[in-house]
């Protein structure tokens, strides 16, 4: 099995706060805002409470804000991100979003071993995308 | 005179092509291989893609002599393959196609190896048999589709000739059918194997299951040898190939048979499908390893001719799909 070449993955296990890719020339940072939630079995109640039932059912959330160089650059990850349909679509949900020049990544999710993959895969083709813009970049403009 | 970037990269093979007006102008291409009695898993060959991919598209443009602002569309694999390495690559392809400012083209992979088929070989409306590791079609033509007229039910060929190679931990450099074929032409004894035709269908994984359970007694007890095996094995699965392939041609009156995808290469099953096409006075057609094997220019290609018909890809439809079947497209590029 061949070994991925430098610049894949950058994550710094077991960190909270910045993460800085190497030899980033755009200046990207990646903000990782702490996971919330519980681990375990969350009992919920059998009366079917109202809006509150949801978050029951997917206790765990995780969100990442992305800042870009510019808004286009934003939506280009959100482009790039966001048309491929994420697999355990019952036990886990992601949304991303762009406001100005951050890409907003939220996940929901009942399952914290399924939430650490999905976390995981996103930030490795994140990290494609950026080198793909630092490669071919910058954006030809509209 | 439109110039097409094609991104391929759904099993584990990953290509960069570039095609202008039917002249393949760059096609490199890399083979993430894994260890003998190994196959390749989804999330290892998305890693291997990734890793090598933006130096892909770099050689593809230098050996094209083209820039970002030569390239008029940027055509991608859509489906059907394996998820991981089609998410990967398709990332790539639209994060181009956006910095860029180019539509965008999602493309079926095997529509890709048909169009390429045809360009290099010049078939006009042939039969088509497209055996890979993960597909086993035969194709006709007819009215705005390519229909499907037979196919494996359960696993294909080369899935079939993959996973015994695993068994005899026959090495996968540069494939595992490749090193078959050629232990094949060192088998003596022909070692009788089920034969599943059905219909206009094939089954290979009940082949499969006893193959690897003769494979275990016989190589025991020195009854045969690894290279019978590989001969009898192929000699069984091309003969049913070409069974359904006359079948489908029979059906259609057609003069013309084309060999497209990975075990296409295969020189025993040219030569077996040779046999077939003189006895009706049909015309086979075949290519060599460079486009039956997957690679950048045959999307590249299929690109083109959906570009110049008007077919574009928006962003939030370009999501890749692991299912999709050959008739699903509309071909408005022929009548």
């Known amino acids: 099995m061949q070994a991925p070449n430098r610049g894949t993955s950058n994550a710094a296990a077991g960190r909270t706060g910045c993460l800085r890719p190497r030899s980033c020339t755009c200046g990207t940072d990646i903000v990782v805002a702490a996971a919330r939630g519980s681990y375990g079995t969350v009992p919920v109640s059998g009366t079917g409470a109202s809006g509150n039932r949801r978050s029951l059912i997917r206790p765990h959330m995780f969100a990442l804000r992305v800042p870009f160089p510019s808004p286009l650059e934003a939506e280009i990850a959100h482009g790039s991100l966001s048309p491929d349909v994420e697999p355990h679509q019952g036990v886990i949900e992601k949304e991303l979003t762009v406001r100005g020049n951050v890409l907003a990544i939220k996940w929901t999710a009942e399952d914290a071993r399924l939430l650490r993959i999905s976390i995981i895969n996103c930030l490795e083709h994140l990290s494609l995308v950026l080198r793909t813009m630092q490669h071919f970049g910058p954006p030809i403009s509209r | 005179m439109p110039a097409v970037l094609g991104f391929e990269g759904s099993a584990n093979k990953v290509g960069v092509g570039v095609v202008r007006d039917g002249k393949v102008l760059a096609n490199p291409r890399r083979t993430y291989v894994t260890p003998p009695g190994t196959g390749f898993l989804p999330g290892d060959t998305a890693r291997h893609h990734r890793a090598v991919i933006l130096d892909l598209l770099r050689e593809a443009l230098t050996e ?259 299912r999709y079947r050959t008739d699903e497209v509309e071909v408005t590029w022929r009548d």
Request: hydrophobic share 40%; proline share 3%.
């Open chain 2, 64 to 322: 094209a002599g083209l820039t970002s602002h030569d390239i008029d569309c940027i055509a991608y694999t859509k489906g059907p393959g394996m998820g991981a390495p089609l998410v990967s690559v398709a990332i790539v392809a639209r994060t181009v196609a956006q910095l860029w400012n180019k539509p965008l083209l999602g493309v079926n992979h095997c529509i890709g190896h048909i169009e390429m088929g045809r360009l290099i070989t010049g078939a006009t409306s042939p039969t088509v048999l497209y055996v890979s590791g993960g597909n086993t079609q035969v194709i006709a033509y007819s009215e705005r589709r390519y229909r499907i007229f037979g196919e494996t039910i359960d696993i294909a060929v080369g899935n079939c000739l993959d996973r015994f190679a695993r068994v005899l931990k026959i090495s996968n450099d540069p494939s595992p059918g490749y090193n078959i074929e050629q232990m094949a032409k060192r088998g003596k004894k022909l070692v009788e194997l089920p034969y599943t035709v059905k219909g206009m269908d094939v089954s290979f994984s009940g082949i499969l299951s006893f193959i690897e359970d003769v494979a275990q007694r016989m190589l025991a007890t020195g009854e045969c040898t690894p290279e019978d095996l590989c001969f009898s094995l192929q000699e069984t699965v091309f003969a049913m190939l070409v069974e359904i392939t006359e079948r489908a041609m029979a059906h259609c009156g057609s003069q013309e048979a084309l060999i497209v995808g990975g075990v296409g290469c295969n020189l025993r099953l040219q030569e077996m499908m040779e046999t077939m096409c003189q006895e009706r006075g049909a015309k086979l057609f075949a290519t060599d390893e460079r486009f039956c094997i997957d690679n950048g220019a045959m999307i590249a290609h299929a690109g083109w001719e959906m570009f110049q018909a008007g077919h574009r890809t928006p962003i939030r439809d370009s999501g890749i799909t692991q």
